[in-house]
């Protein structure tokens, strides 16, 4: 039984080509992508529409190979002990497979499993936008993220990452959850980066109003500053944070009032996405911050 080829003519290394590479998939393909992989190429290369050319016919024969391979799982599990562990670089990357085949190639670079591990596992990717694999921490393990953006740890990571994909790419964590979240993000450093243009009476939408870019950078600033807080799963520290973050909102809110410039719906549709933001942050219902917001205003209590 055929199971490894070596390319021709290559000034490099060979490569072990395997079933995974003549069906081009990755060593973690589901039994549906490898019918559908097969599918795809046999419609291409099936003797009664392909040419008459013999290595189109060959090239056939090695596909019907694969797949009978593969889509046997018994004959896939002992063919798969034949290969190498990884095989690098993923051939369909997907933000979920990039962080996860990285953290295992730190892993395995490692001396010992560390924070740096813990880390790397407990993060939850986001979005692969262009060059950048967006991930974000979940709350109780935010603690841990920054052992990720230490220079050398920073270095290992975006070498694994290079390693995995094939090309140099880099990471960054957000504070959100959601690609939405990232967008966001995006926009407002946008907004703070972009030449100011001169203020006609031309009227704002709610959903872009001058405020929008002030909302996001508070929204960040939750994040981190719960992020860096010590013992937040006790209670006390919790209700400091949310008390000391009332007052930043309650100031803040005042603050864009006293501008002007917005209308009365869209400041307070922007407002209430504030306050649901901390309500997550705590794991409370988002009424209660709201019932305390209007409390600690009305009493003049920040």
């Given at each position: 039984?055929?199971?490894q080829r070596q390319p021709k003519g290559s000034g490099k290394q060979d490569r072990l080509i395997t079933y995974y590479d003549v069906l081009d998939l990755d060593r973690d393909a589901s039994p549906e992508e490898i019918k559908a992989a097969y599918h795809d190429l046999a419609r291409k290369y099936h003797p009664d529409v392909a040419s008459d050319d013999p290595s189109v016919a060959q090239k056939f024969t090695l596909i019907n190979e694969a797949h009978r391979i593969l889509s046997d799982p018994q004959r896939r599990h002992q063919y798969d002990r034949t290969l190498p562990r990884k095989s690098y670089p993923l051939r369909h990357l997907t933000p979920e497979k990039i962080w996860r085949e990285a953290t295992d190639v730190v892993l395995i670079r490692s001396d010992r499993f560390g924070p740096l591990n813990q880390a790397m596992?407990?993060?939850?990717?986001?979005v692969l936008d262009e060059t950048i694999l967006v991930i974000t921490m979940p709350?109780?393990?935010r603690h841990l993220a920054g052992h990720l953006d230490t220079a050398s740890?920073?270095?290992?990571?975006?070498?694994a990452m290079e390693l995995v994909a094939g090309r140099r790419l880099s990471f960054r964590i957000i504070d959100g959850t959601t690609v939405q979240d990232w967008e966001l993000l995006k926009a407002a450093e946008r907004r703070r980066t972009a030449p100011r243009a001169p203020t006609a009476s031309a009227p704002t939408s709610a959903a872009t109003g001058p405020s929008a870019g002030l909302w996001d950078e508070i929204i960040q600033q939750m994040h981190r500053q719960f992020q860096q807080l010590t013992r937040r799963q006790q209670p006390q520290a919790r209700a400091r944070?949310?008390?000391?973050?009332?007052?930043?909102?309650?100031?803040?809110?005042e603050?864009?009032?006293d501008r002007g410039?917005?209308?009365e719906e869209g400041h307070e549709r922007?407002?209430?996405r504030v306050l649901e933001r901390l309500a997550t942050i705590l794991e409370v219902p988002a009424v209660l911050v709201a019932l305390e917001f209007e409390r600690m205003k009305r009493a003049g209590d920040y």
């Open positions: 039984m055929t199971q596992q407990a993060a939850i990717p986001v709350g109780s393990e740890n920073r270095n290992s990571i975006l070498n944070f949310w008390r000391e973050t009332l007052a930043q909102i309650i100031r803040a809110e603050d864009m009032r410039g917005e209308d922007a407002l209430a």
